[in-house]
């Protein structure tokens, strides 16, 4: 079993940047691929990023350039750091695991967060 908790968002305005934290319980942390969703309201939990067990990274198109993933297995955490926000990315951010290899589709993880609200104003 694994609890994620997420942490650090917040309001910011557009080109601005936060970073968002999520810290796993657990012993098997290094053996977890996770990845950050994000869910608009009104509209379905899609995809941002994900890093797997080796540091292999994925990326939605739309966060190319501006986010990055990062993981630190002794800390159990993984972070993201958002630059040069933009309205659309306002959103819940979630943190997700999975076991060894992320994946882009939601059902494939079996391990959630709460969520933490972004808000990105103009």
């Known amino acids: 079993q694994v609890q994620l908790v997420e942490s650090g968002g917040g309001l910011v305005q557009a080109g601005g940047s936060l970073r968002l934290s999520c810290t796993a319980s657990g012993r098997t942390f290094r053996s977890y691929g996770l990845a950050w969703f994000r869910q608009a309201t009104g509209k379905e939990r899609e995809f941002v990023v994900g890093i797997n067990t080796g540091g292999g990274t994925t990326y939605a198109d739309s966060v190319v350039g501006r986010f990055t993933i990062s993981r630190e297995d002794a800390k159990n955490t993984v972070y993201l750091q958002m630059n040069s926000l933009k309205l659309e990315d306002t959103a819940v951010y979630y943190c997700?695991?999975?076991?060894?290899?992320?994946?882009?589709?939601?059902?494939?993880?079996?391990?959630w967060g709460q969520g933490t609200q972004v808000t990105v104003s103009s």
């Open positions: 997700a695991a999975r076991t060894f290899t992320v994946s882009m589709a939601r059902h494939d993880y079996a391990y």
